[in-house]
């Protein structure tokens, strides 16, 4: 059989939709797969961009601001030096802190901003050591690096996170 000029071109090109169609094919059924199950899921999970500064099951018995120190002390929630705050809302606010998942390659271009750390301990139930979190106040956003070593940016108001 003797094709023409043009019937060879027609081949090629069903040719190369073919083997582009082969590559693709493993991600766009994978793509599929979990879009249908996402989507079947009737439990919502954050996004994996979203995370905690502390472990979920974690239990603050103490924390330590740069200027006040909170306590539970018998069942009650102490702050010294006395603040007029809420104390179990401000222990809450930390106990639930949840922000954007920040990249090590933001963080390089964030690196000349960042000034005046703020250290915060947070003492958690059946531990021996406290969590260590540093804290840096940029113009539109916080940075907070968490108790795995990452770094959460959300944005609050300065209250928020050291009451007055």
Do not use: C
Not at 29 to 51: D, G
């Amino acid at each position: 059989m003797k094709l023409s000029r043009r019937g060879w071109n027609n081949v090629i090109i069903a040719a190369v939709v073919g083997f582009i169609a082969m590559v693709q094919l493993p991600e766009l059924i994978k793509e599929r797969l979990s879009n249908a199950s996402s989507s079947s899921s009737t439990t919502s999970s954050p996004s994996p961009a979203v995370q905690r500064l502390l472990p979920e099951q974690a239990v603050i018995t103490q924390l330590v601001l740069p200027h006040y120190q909170i306590m539970l002390q018998g069942g009650q929630w102490v702050a010294e030096p006395s603040m007029q705050s809420n104390l179990p809302a401000v222990v809450n606010r930390w106990q639930t802190i949840a922000g954007t998942a920040v990249d090590k390659e933001t963080m390089t271009q964030l690196k000349p901003q960042l000034t005046a750390p703020r250290t915060v301990e947070i003492w958690l139930r059946m531990t021996e050591e406290p969590i260590r979190v540093t804290v840096y106040q940029l113009p539109q956003f916080w940075l907070l690096q968490g108790w795995e070593g990452r770094w959460l940016a959300i944005s609050v108001d300065d209250t928020y996170l050291f009451p007055d």
